[in-house]
């Protein structure tokens, strides 16, 4: 397989490793947008997070929390993409912590809204509902 998070998971590449566990692997990010930008991925190959079975999922947030809580930033995101149009340029599932210490370093994000009514979001929303029975 030729997807590098296998490829770290495997050992083939080397990577500093934070946390590791029988589902999850945790590093510092190789482009970090701050200092002590990580990485927590699942060991199970997946490129969306839809894939993922739960049991890999489970693992993933406890991880997350005790990485975030080692890297020590009052400010952080925690970011998962799925797909390039949604910014995921590795194709297998992945979720950064990003620290945010200031206005300079870490994630910039902008959140365009985009106009709706009461209305149309109880429609969405029983449409969505409906979906996940």
Not at 24 to 31: A, K, V
Not at 89 to 98: A, E, K, Q, R, T
Not at 106 to 125: C, I, M, Q, R
Request: charged share 25%; hydrophobic share 35%; aromatic share 6%.
């Amino acid at each position: 397989m030729s997807c590098i998070f296998c490829k770290i998971i495997r050992g083939d590449i080397p990577c500093v490793k934070l946390a590791e566990t029988a589902k999850t692997l945790s590093f510092l990010d190789i482009s970090p947008t701050a200092k002590g930008h990580a990485l927590v991925i699942p060991k199970e190959h997946s490129e969306k997070l839809t894939g993922l079975s739960d049991e890999s999922l489970a693992d993933i947030l406890p991880v997350s929390k005790k990485v975030a809580k080692a890297i020590g930033a009052e400010n952080y995101n925690f970011l998962q993409n799925n797909g390039r149009i949604a910014h995921q340029f590795v194709d297998h599932v992945h979720f950064h912590i990003i620290p945010k210490p200031n206005e300079e370093y870490g994630l910039g994000v902008g959140w365009p809204t985009y106009p709706t009514s009461k209305e149309d979001l109880a429609e969405l929303g029983n449409e969505i509902r409906s979906r996940l029975q």
